[in-house]
């Protein structure tokens, strides 16, 4: 077991670990968690509580989760002087499964997104998105209900690789006159310059996690997203590549000659242009149930699917690799909410679902989600909800935990 200097490791609890590729999940298992930055701790105050009341209604005692708080984002650079202490990420590794909610990323200078760091730090591959309705919440579409789509989002390549140099620099000077002399390929001079890396590896990776998830759950298709009409070599690859994983690790046969394929189970793969795809969400969202793609891609998607039935305050995020786990809020910190007890605590808390099936805890899930639902039936909810519903009570996040527990039946 590592040495921590600021967080406390829970006595009575026991590590999760990961045998021959498989999760094994002790009784009380130590879960690592950071309450994060701005509404932060008022979120996860409301969120554990529905989390131990869940277990509890579930096990009668026989499970419980031994919570161990670490740091990072401004609380961990208030105390310790270190905005992502290593103590944090050898604690996401050591313990497997953990937790967090949303933290400071600043735009421009500054630290690097402590996000985007752990994700890569601890090679969290593919950040996945499940984006469904709740039935009384309010949504800008005519029928929210029809979009129910898990998206699976490259987390590692793409514009997540953070390889730029500044317009001017001298580096991206040398780029652009090596490209020039070397490759033949002229760019303006004083060009701020990015590269965008994607490798078969860690495409294939990627592709092949959301087709297990598709042919485990029985869904009717898996849809690669794109933009390979205009960037072959990279976008246009990960779609070819995505492909392969589907004819080759799970038995795919083409479809009229292809490209489209069946799976043996009847999963059906497509693939479909990124900005053609904002339309297909729109209008023919019940004809997508599982999305693989590149990092940027799935950044936009997700938020506008989110925003189809409600926002991201119940749009929940899990960063996943092999045998390790960070879920986590997937919207801002919203600093002038911070300490009003006001934010709605459900992307947490779905995020926390996910967490549970993960482990394989599913009866707690499953009461979460019936909590969620029965609490917005009753339409005392937060505000961000309840301005999008009529007749709707507005509660503060700790009244709506409570609610969401109250609705575990």
């Known amino acids: 077991m590592a040495s921590y200097k600021f967080a406390k490791v829970p ?59 670490i740091f990072a984002g401004e609380k961990a650079f208030k105390q310790f002087n270190d905005w992502l202490p290593q103590e944090t990420v050898d604690a996401c590794a050591e313990f497997r499964v953990s937790i967090k909610g949303p933290l400071t990323t600043p735009v421009g200078g500054g630290i690097r997104s402590l996000n985007v760091t752990l994700r890569q730090v601890l090679d969290l591959y593919a950040c996945i998105r499940p984006v469904r309705w709740f039935e009384g919440v309010g949504a800008p579409v005519k029928e929210p209900g029809k979009l129910n789509v898990t998206i699976f989002r490259e987390n590692t390549e793409d514009v997540y690789a953070g390889i730029e140099w500044n317009a001017g620099s001298p580096e991206a000077t040398k780029l652009r006159e090596f490209i020039a002399r070397e490759l033949k390929k002229e760019m303006r001079e004083n060009s701020a310059i990015g590269i965008k890396p994607m490798s078969e590896f860690g495409s294939k990776r990627l592709v092949k996690m959301a087709l297990d998830y598709a042919v485990k759950n029985r869904l009717p298709s898996l849809t690669l997203v794109h933009k ?29 000659k292809g490209p489209w394929q069946k799976l043996p189970n009847g999963t059906v793969v497509k693939d479909a242009i990124a900005d053609a795809m904002f339309q297909q969400l729109l209008l023919r969202p019940d004809e997508y149930s599982v999305i693989a793609t590149p990092n940027l891609n799935g950044d936009y998607l997700s938020d506008a699917a989110a925003a189809q039935v409600g926002g991201l305050g119940i749009a929940p995020g899990g960063n996943v690799g092999d045998g390790v786990a ?33 482990m394989g805890w599913n009866e707690a899930a499953q009461l979460i989600v019936r909590g969620l639902e029965n609490a917005i039936k009753s339409k005392k909810v937060t505000y961000d909800l309840a301005r999008q519903m009529p007749g709707a009570t507005e509660i503060s996040t700790s009244a709506f935990g409570d609610q969401i527990i109250a609705g575990m039946r």
């Open 11 to 69: 006595t009575s609890g026991e590590r999760i670990e990961y045998r021959a590729g498989s999760l094994h999940v002790p009784d009380k298992p130590i879960v690592p968690f950071i309450e994060g930055d701005g509404t932060g701790p008022d979120i996860w105050r409301a969120s554990v509580r529905v989390f131990d009341a869940a277990v509890e209604k579930s096990y009668g005692g026989q499970r419980k989760i031994q919570w161990m708080e």
């Open 228 to 256: 390979g009409n205009i960037m072959k070599f990279t976008e246009g690859a990960f779609r070819d590549w995505g492909y392969e994983v589907a004819k080759t690790q799970f038995g795919g046969t083409d479809i009229d």
């Open 326 to 358: 960070v879920f986590e809020a997937t919207h801002g910190t919203a600093p002038k909410y911070a300490n009003l007890d006001k934010i709605n605590p459900g992307s947490v808390i779905l995020s926390g679902v996910m967490m549970l099936e993960y």
